[in-house]
């Protein structure tokens, strides 16, 4: 259901959105179905003149069930939940497949930088290639992210990709990606940083590979102008 | 002010006031809880704390360990007094054990004053951060507790409200708890 | 006891008495909400019309917007919810649903209002100190809140901190009173299932607070140290943590959702037995499972925190009892549910405000699963889906229960009726305009937007979407001018309002049984209880409510 808001541009994107589309067919049944009963029970049983209200306790056998099965069928419900969204969350965030790429993204107050690795396909080389606000991969290749912030709290945030990690001052968090859509995306921070938090997005170019080439060349002869 | 009946009521079976110290120390521990708990954890994650924690003085923290000892001693014969009826004795004894804590006190500043003289302030790093304000939160509650004692001390000496002075003595264990716990992780472990 | 010739301000301000003290407590909560609301009205204007001119606001900056949003979740929480749900119902029905004549610490309970206030004064004061309110968000992570080089808020930051400090202080005191007072002053006879589950809600809501607060109130000593002295608890530069500061928040902080919810939920409880003329169903399910929900709470609280750079695997411990914790919830809706099943129901404007709160509620927590559930908590986590989520619990807590349980208890408290009409139209705009805002929310939630930026244009894949921005604020505005006539009626209702008598509801529970307003120490004789708060219909008894205090047929005969 969410792909219908926002594109699917990663491999993981349509895992996640399977959990939520489960998760909201399974809680839509209990809540129509709940709401159903207690619309219809209020109907039922309006004030009527001549009608006394039943006495009920509430331990009688045969009402209790109406509360006892919901409460059984509802753990059932919960245990497929809770497996499905394991098991997204084991593939995204604690298994780490082999780099393609490795990029540093390096978040401060209030602007992201982004180091690719130049065209030796190295990060820590000369040939790196540094961004602020614009982070360029291409489709197809597995990224390792390095996430560090230089002062206070903030967020990688991707909805296309459905990724988002929080980036802590004093550690280096690794993460990954594949992106699968090529086009043009909002990057934003979904952590507050202070009065630029509102300010703090930047643009995600998925490029195809002769894109990804086209702009790797570009901006070496823009650095080899500069030295 | 009268009392109002509610306060005498006992359906749980335990004086109202007492429960209420019962409760008091169980929002306490809560609060020390937290505190130990993260000092805990820093410790656990940086080794190199435990060398900050040896410009300790494990002889001064010992010293105070047995002065609140001792004076929870008294605390407990003020107790007895009390239950025997006689009020005066009680306020004695309560007396000693304020001595205590203002002994207590009086050492504590010292040895602050030593290691904040040699550099060691609260702000000189993650370990003397927690070390201070552990003692210090646990020292302001023995201000408290002596200055509580003396209000049930100036009641008991002419008879009055003597059931508070087992509901202070409660409190006052329990101050005397929380520092055998902060005595080892603070000066021990080294 | 209460002399007659008492003057004004030691009557109204100085008073020991539980009720006095439970509406200072009230409208200090509604004047908090009225400023939350005013902060609510200046972000959602700015939200649907940036950088506009806003009548009685002015330009929102960036600075003011993100103080306007930290202090509305604060005010909101920890000013209102708190105040009215747990201090001011607890306070007025304590003593009198239990039969007794005051709170068993009456000066302890002045002093814990008093300690509130203050930090309501500290808390709006923060605003006017140079570099402005403090801006964090209402979590105040450091290590933004921490330091007054990023926060630019040296001192609002500060104020905050102790301001909310001191709140979780005078809770503490009021808690201890609520608990000693519930535990040992019941009337005579009245045994521990006979006590309405709203007193043993407020209650459990009391201990859960007094067991979660603890660490917070350390991890605000320690935020307050690295603001002011440079400590750097959570630092990592000198070797502190800043995630540590999270796990001390939220491990009160979800706790503190069941803190509020529980006072709500018994409100609600006292409310449907009423208007339905129903005994509670299975009043025993509903105690344990309250009960089982405040110990579960306790283990949940990293759900907040999936993808804040703790252990991968420790989200999956917590995944499964944050889905846990849905099992006792679900129970106790069905409960409820099934007390109104076989009863003849009112709807009177009292009955419309706790149904409206069981019907929305649901949709709050139905929403939490996605949020609960790691996998699916990668994409939601800081959308506005989550903010839709949560004021779709807490907006029937702090605002809809607040309302059944204030139209349900003014009888009793001003001896006065509000008038029916006037609530039901209030009602009814109010809670057609609450999701007229929040819908919207949910909406762009799944469309990716995130929380507390000021504006979506520097953000092309969202700015497209500001036509139900502008819809959720005009609802809001429309919801905020509502509440006018909610404050007429119950001002002229206070003055004007057809004489209630004691107990104009034909409720069973032993506040209906003494003359409204009660006069000081409440009861004329003290009461000795019979039996349970919800004989309504009884089958051995000729009216359909049967007090609790009523003596028995047989005895009463002789
Ligand atoms: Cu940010
Ligand atoms: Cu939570």
């Known amino acids: 259901m969410i792909e219908q808001y926002v594109v699917q541009a990663s491999t993981y994107a349509a895992d996640i959105d399977n959990v939520i589309l489960l998760i909201a067919v399974l809680t839509g049944f209990w809540f129509f179905a709940a709401q159903g009963m207690f619309f219809w029970l209020l109907f039922r049983f309006r004030e009527r003149p001549g009608h006394k209200a039943e006495y009920v306790t509430g331990d009688e056998p045969d009402l209790k069930r109406w509360i006892n099965i919901p409460h059984i069928l509802i753990i059932i419900c919960d245990v497929f939940i809770v497996a499905a969204a394991i098991m997204v969350w084991v593939n995204v965030k604690q298994t780490l497949p082999e780099a393609d ?127 | 002010m009268m009392k109002p009946v509610a306060t005498t009521r006992s359906a749980a079976g335990i004086s109202t006031g007492m429960l209420a110290v019962w409760w008091l120390l169980a929002s306490e521990i809560v609060i020390f809880g937290g505190l130990l708990a993260s000092y805990i954890m820093h410790r656990l994650a940086h080794p190199e704390w435990a060398e900050y924690a040896s410009h300790t003085n494990t002889w001064i923290g010992t010293l105070n360990t047995f002065v609140l000892l001792s004076s929870s001693l008294s605390a407990v014969l003020a107790h007895h007094a009390a239950e025997k009826g006689d009020g005066k004795k009680a306020a004695k004894y309560l007396l000693v054990t304020i001595g205590g804590a203002l002994t207590f006190l009086v050492v504590k500043s010292i040895e602050w004053s030593i290691e904040i003289h040699h550099g ?71 | 006891m209460a002399s007659q010739n008492e003057n004004f301000f030691l009557k109204y301000f100085w008073s020991t008495d539980h009720k006095i003290i439970a509406l200072q407590y009230m409208f200090t909560g509604m004047a908090m909400a009225l400023i939350g609301g005013y902060f609510a009205y200046a972000f959602r204007m700015q939200l649907a019309f940036p950088g506009a001119e806003i009548p009685l606001v002015g330009v929102v900056t960036p600075h003011e917007y993100n103080a306007f949003v930290t202090n509305h979740g604060t005010i909101m929480i920890f000013w209102v919810a708190m105040p009215v749900l747990i201090a001011a119902f607890g306070n007025y029905l304590i003593p009198l649903m239990i039969g007794a004549d005051d709170m068993v610490f009456p000066r302890l309970n002045r002093l814990s209002y008093q300690i509130f206030l203050l930090s309501a004064i500290i808390l709006v004061a923060s605003f006017f100190v140079p570099g402005g309110g403090f801006g964090g968000a209402w979590t105040a992570y450091p290590p933004l809140s921490a330091d007054g080089a990023y926060n630019l808020t040296p001192l609002g930051a500060s104020m905050w901190v102790t301001a909310v400090a001191l709140e979780f202080v005078a809770f503490l005191m009021g808690g201890i009173n609520f608990i000693t007072t519930a535990m040992n002053s019941r009337a005579p006879g009245m045994k521990a299932f006979d006590v309405p589950i709203v007193i043993w809600f407020i209650v459990i809501a009391s201990i859960l607070f007094m067991a979660s607060v603890g660490p917070l109130i350390a991890g605000a000593i320690m935020l307050l140290f690295d603001q002011q002295i440079g400590t750097g608890y959570f630092d990592a530069r000198t070797g502190g943590d800043p995630v540590l500061y999270q796990h001390l928040f939220w491990f009160f902080g979800h706790p503190e959702v069941y803190v509020v919810l529980l006072p709500a939920l018994g409100i609600v409880a006292e409310i449907i037995t009423v208007f339905s003329r129903k005994k509670l169903f299975a009043y025993k399910i509903v105690l344990y499972t309250a009960i089982a929900t405040g110990v579960l709470s306790f283990f ?138 929040f819908i919207p929310l949910f909406v762009l939630g799944a469309w990716g937007q995130h929380r507390r930026i000021y504006s979506y244009e520097h953000f092309p894949d969202l700015w497209e979407l500001q036509p139900l921005r502008i819809f959720a604020t005009t609802c809001l505005v429309i919801m905020l001018l509502a509440q006018v006539i909610f404050l007429v009626n119950f001002f002229v209702s206070m003055l004007r309002g057809k004489k209630a008598g004691n107990n104009p509801w034909r409720a069973n529970t032993l506040e209906w049984t003494v003359p409204s307003p009660p006069p000081h120490g409440n009861f004329e004789t003290l009461p000795v209880v019979h039996r349970g708060p919800y004989e309504y219909s009884h089958p051995d008894h000729d009216e359909d409510f049967w007090p609790q205090d009523a003596a028995p047929a047989a005895e009463s005969a002789s």
Request: with cysteine; aromatic share 16%; proline share 4%.
């Open chain 1, 101 to 227: 790429r490795t990029i540093r993204i390096v978040a401060q107050q209030w602007a992201w930088t982004f180091v690719h690795p130049g065209p030796d396909g190295q990060l820590d080389t000369d040939d790196d290639i540094t961004m602020i606000d614009e982070l360029h991969v291409e489709v197809g290749q597995v990224y390792h992210y390095q996430l560090e912030s230089t002062d206070v709290l903030h967020d990688f945030s991707v909805p296309v990709f459905r990724l988002k990690q929080d980036a802590i001052p004093g550690r280096r968090i690794v993460g990954w990606f594949e992106p699968t859509l090529p086009g043009h995306y909002d990057i934003q921070c979904a952590e507050m940083c202070g009065i630029g938090h509102g300010l703090m997005g930047a643009r995600l170019f998925v490029e195809t590979p002769e894109q990804h080439a086209q702009w790797m060349r570009d901006r070496g002869e823009i650095l080899a102008r500069a030295h």
């Open chain 3, 300 to 437: 949940v609280w990293a759900h907040h925190q999936f993808i804040a750079g703790i252990d991968p695997r420790m989200a999956n411990i917590f995944t499964v009892t944050t889905v846990l914790i849905s099992i006792p919830i679900a129970e106790m809706c069905f409960v409820y549910i099934a007390t109104l099943y076989g009863g003849s129901i009112r709807f009177t404007v009292p009955m419309l405000w706790a149904l409206a709160f069981m019907a929305e509620f649901l949709i709050g927590g139905v929403t939490g699963i996605f949020l609960g559930a790691s996998g699916a908590d990668i994409y939601f986590h800081d959308t506005y889906f989550v903010l839709a989520h949560f004021h779709y619990t807490f907006f029937p807590i702090a605002i809809i229960a607040v309302f059944a349980g204030i139209t349900y208890w003014f009888p009793k408290m001003f001896g006065r009726m509000m008038s029916e009409t006037a609530g039901k139209v209030h009602f009814w705009i109010t809670i057609l305009t609450f999701n007229g805002i």
């Open chain 2, 120 to 190: 060691y302030t609260i702000t000189a790093n993650g370990f003397w951060a927690f070390y201070y304000v552990a003692a210090g939160i646990h020292a302001s509650h023995v201000i408290v507790g002596a200055i509580v004692m003396g209000w049930v001390a100036w009641y008991a000496n002419q008879n009055r409200e003597l059931q508070r002075v087992e509901m202070v003595g409660v409190y006052w264990h329990f101050v005397d708890i929380v520092w055998i716990f902060l005595f080892p992780l603070l000066y021990i472990a080294k």
